[in-house]
């Protein structure tokens, strides 16, 4: 493969239509600034950041009940203020499709699900549902600040519960019903929620799957909780019984009993609209608090200027309720588009279940991930040959990195002519730092470009930028969507801790990045993570939330868990265990009932790929578990490079794992090796 010629690249009458280029002809307009390319405008927007976001904010038509003093207080990070003194609401901007004269019939959201046949839902209908569901919000005595969470699947259900609680300037937070008790209570302990949605399951791969229970044990463990608003999906008569009498619950045809327009709380600039989360390598989830101002500025920016979303888009992406590309799925209401929400497995009956659902939809962009993509590349799938997808303009791709097979399978097979927007980012900044533009070539296995006022930079041990290299993906400036904080920190160390410890002043992301120049721009590519965090399927989880679940066996004296994440190979999520009994193998029974363990109390997404009995688990001096030195071992790094056994309080435990990786290496190679 030719890496220096594109993949693809934009047609005329794309670079014309796109979002961008009326955006960079307005500047040129309004502000006399031109720019000859992308790289110059990308220069210009992280030099002269308050102008840059400013222009968004006048470009986007950004509502606001009062005047900002300012757009940036100062360049430093943490603690920037942004847009000083305006009041905002997300829920309104979310909502302004129901403004238009066709918004009766025009449709806000598209859904299917292996529950439910297709509906669709008008703006108008959307909106009045938010107005009766805040209404209801308003009767339980819900205020502005007040926590409201979420266990319930994709579905419309779910967009109406987050317009509703943000219309009020409460903060919504959400996990996905397939998630495990322990992993919800140690989200939703951290915040103290008053009101929960709920839905009694769901089904997945043709399965029903009751959760009544689950939501009963999440109930008893909130003691801040009072009222459920409950939402029979698997089966519509399903009842929910609580053993909690002072809980109240409510249906969700009783909360959408008395349609009405919806009513918008201005709140400031930086109030917090959502929590989500993601894990470091110790403690509990972290629970990011996200901004209405912050949100609204960068999903305008990173939608419609990068993403090339507009009106009359369909957008789909694939996603849980638990990961942060649920949020942008309805956040892209903020440009007036149709949401296309699917709920279930998309590879059930088939892998046809999606591609089915794009044709008969007319789906204009399809967001996905590596791990679909795969999964069609093995079953030799040619989606094209079998379905009508010239509706589509873009592919979407995020989770994990996507390697240039990959990238080549969308072209040959799915549509020649389309934007394939890969991109990284996520959960923590509330953006993707490095992603698509439509009016930008495509190389194979590279996303396209910095995000617009974005300073990212792949940085070296010494804090230096580096180019055609890998370093750590840092942030080194500002941005609006950066969290305000993690909840209940009160004093703001644990969010210095978790990016700005090793840059003072620079955000630094955890990810291996590796920075391009090239005639138009400079693209990148993700490495994976540079910590201990595992990533599957885009979701975060901390080894600790492991650990508290496998050493809870009595049978587990010891385990380190490392996400391996090869470029251009599948990723292995390896346990290893150090058995009381001191046995060679893990017993076929210890080993079920781990990968059960992880897959009910904690997540499915982040059950390991294979138990493994260990000798001993490598520590610092200190105590620490090395999972990052164990990591890069067994990901090929010399040994000596990638641990200091000067520094370890068991040196000789590496040996094992060095020679693992040797012998693991050498079964790759001889299963890829061609045939003779």
């Known amino acids: 493969m030719d890496h220096a010629t594109p993949l693809w690249t934009p047609s005329p009458a794309r670079i014309e239509q796109a979002v961008i280029t009326r955006y960079?002809?307005?500047l040129a307009a309004r502000h006399g600034l031109e720019f000859a390319d992308y790289e110059s405008l990308w220069r210009w927007s992280v030099d002269a950041p308050e102008t840059f976001w400013e222009t968004i904010w006048e470009f986007f038509g950004i509502?606001?009940?009062?005047?900002?003093?300012?757009?940036?207080?100062?360049?430093?990070?943490?603690?920037?203020?942004?847009?000083?003194?305006?009041?905002?609401?997300?829920?309104?901007?979310?909502?302004?499709?129901?403004?238009?004269?066709?918004?009766?019939?025009?449709?806000?959201?598209?859904?299917?699900?292996?529950?439910?046949?297709?509906?669709?839902?008008?703006?108008?209908?959307?909106?009045?549902?938010v107005g009766a569901l805040t209404t209801t919000l308003d009767a339980l005595g819900i205020v502005a600040g007040d926590r409201v969470v979420s266990f319930m699947p994709n579905i419309p259900e779910s967009v109406m519960a987050l317009l509703a609680t943000a219309a009020k300037g409460a903060i919504w937070s959400s996990c996905s019903p397939d998630m495990g008790p322990t992993s919800v209570l140690d989200r939703f302990r951290q915040i103290e929620p008053r009101v929960l949605f709920a839905v009694d399951g769901y089904r997945y791969n043709g399965k029903p799957i009751d959760r009544r229970d689950v939501v009963r044990d999440i109930v008893a463990q909130l003691p801040t909780l009072e009222a459920v608003i409950f939402v029979p999906y698997l089966d519509a008569d399903a009842t929910l019984e609580l053993d909690a009498a002072d809980v109240r619950v409510v249906t969700i045809a009783e909360a959408l009993a008395k349609p009405s327009a919806p009513r918008f709380t201005p709140v400031p600039f930086d109030h917090p609209l959502w929590i989500v989360y993601s894990s470091g390598t110790t403690g509990m989830?972290?629970?990011i608090v996200h901004g209405h101002g912050g949100t609204i500025v960068e999903t305008f920016k990173g939608a419609a200027l990068h993403l090339d979303i507009g009106r009359d888009d369909r957008f789909f992406w694939f996603s849980s309720t638990s990961w942060i590309m649920w949020n942008l799925l309805v956040s892209t209401l903020l440009l007036e588009c149709t949401v296309m929400q699917f709920d279930g497995n998309p590879g059930h009956p088939d892998l046809d279940t999606l591609w089915r659902f794009a044709e008969r939809e007319r789906i204009t962009f399809f967001g996905t991930s590596p791990a679909f993509i795969g999964l069609n590349m093995k079953a030799g799938m040619k989606p094209s040959d079998r379905f009508d997808l010239s509706a589509l303009r873009t592919v979407g791709c995020t989770g994990s990195p996507l390697t240039p097979e990959g990238y080549r399978w969308v072209y040959e097979h799915v549509h020649p002519d389309v934007l394939l927007a890969s991109i990284s980012g996520g959960t923590d900044p509330g953006a993707a730092f490095v992603g698509a533009c439509p009016i930008l070539p495509i190389y194979s296995g590279e996303m396209q470009c910095r995000g617009?006022?974005?300073a990212i930079y792949a940085y070296d041990d010494a804090g230096r930028a580096v180019y055609d290299a890998v370093g750590e993906l840092v942030s080194a400036l500002p941005?609006?969507?950066?969290?305000?904080?993690?909840?209940?920190?009160?004093?703001?160390?644990?969010?210095?801790?978790?990016?700005?410890?090793?840059?003072?002043?620079?955000?630094?992301?955890?990810?291996?990045?590796?920075?391009?120049?090239?005639?138009?721009?400079?693209?990148?590519v993700i490495y994976g993570r540079s910590d201990s965090t595992i990533n599957r399927h885009g979701i975060r989880m901390g080894t600790s939330e492991l650990y508290r679940v496998v050493e809870d066996f009595h049978e587990v004296a010891d385990s380190l868990v490392v996400d391996l994440e090869y470029l251009g190979r599948e990723s292995f999520m390896a346990l290893f265990v150090v058995l009381r009994d001191g046995a060679a193998d893990v017993p076929p029974v210890l080993r079920q009932s781990l990968l059960d363990a992880i897959r009910t109390r904690l997540s499915a997404r982040h059950v390991p790929n294979d138990v493994i009995v260990v000798p001993e688990v490598p520590r610092t001096i200190s105590g620490k578990k090395m999972e990052v030195p164990v990591k890069k071992i067994l990901l090929g790094h010399a040994p000596e490079a990638a641990a200091n056994r000067d520094s370890m309080a068991n040196p000789a435990s590496l040996d094992w794992y060095v020679a693992f990786a040797t012998a693991r290496e050498a079964a790759h190679a001889a299963e890829t090796k061609p045939v003779a």
Do not use: C, M
């Open 285 to 287: 989830p972290k629970p």
């Open 479 to 524: 941005i609006p969507s950066q969290p305000l904080r993690f909840w209940g920190d009160t004093d703001g160390r644990r969010y210095f801790e978790s990016y700005f410890d090793v840059y003072p002043g620079v955000w630094r992301h955890g990810d291996w990045l590796k920075l391009i120049p090239r005639a138009e721009s400079v693209t990148a």
């Open 24 to 26: 960079r002809r307005w």
């Open 63 to 129: 509502r606001s009940h009062s005047p900002y003093v300012r757009v940036l207080d100062k360049r430093v990070q943490p603690g920037a203020k942004w847009f000083e003194g305006a009041t905002v609401n997300y829920a309104e901007h979310a909502l302004a499709g129901a403004s238009r004269p066709d918004a009766a019939t025009r449709p806000a959201i598209i859904f299917q699900s292996e529950t439910q046949p297709r509906r669709e839902i008008a703006w108008a209908d959307l909106a009045s549902s």
């Open 452 to 454: 617009l006022g974005l």
